[in-house]
């Protein structure tokens, strides 16, 4: 059984999948959705206390989409408001 990073799991035991789930891709809806985007970017040393590793930070990906955003930062902002409104209609906080 693999290990889960730290936000891959902040991420399913927030929207209730398991480790073995693959939601589809919330840019696209077309794939399955292997990566979790950081929406404001970690950086490459990461940063002090995972402080950006929170539930309105991640979005899931295909690889397709997860090149786009990083070549297209304004692709973020869009994802934040999808982001929101699926959160909103959970009934989750949310701090942007």
């Given at each position: 059984?693999k290990?889960?990073?730290?936000?891959?799991?902040?991420?399913?035991?927030?929207?209730?999948?398991?480790?073995?789930?693959?939601?589809?891709?919330w840019?696209?809806?077309?794939?399955?959705?292997?990566?979790i985007h950081?929406?404001v970017?970690?950086?490459?040393g990461?940063?002090?206390?995972n402080?950006l590793?929170r539930?309105?930070?991640?979005?899931?990906?295909c690889?397709?989409?997860?090149?786009?955003?990083?070549?297209?930062?304004s692709?973020n902002?869009?994802?934040?408001n999808?982001?929101?409104?699926?959160?909103?209609?959970?009934?989750?906080?949310?701090d942007?």
């Open positions: 059984m290990t889960l990073k730290n936000y891959k799991k902040l991420f399913s035991d927030y929207w209730g999948y398991c480790e073995s789930d693959i939601p589809l891709c840019g696209c809806f077309k794939e399955p959705a292997v990566d950081h929406l970017q970690k950086g490459m990461g940063v002090k206390n402080r590793n539930i309105d930070n991640l979005f899931p990906v690889r397709s989409c997860h090149t786009i955003a990083h070549r297209n930062k692709i902002e869009k994802w934040k999808v982001l929101k409104e699926k959160m909103i209609l959970k009934g989750g906080g949310y942007w």
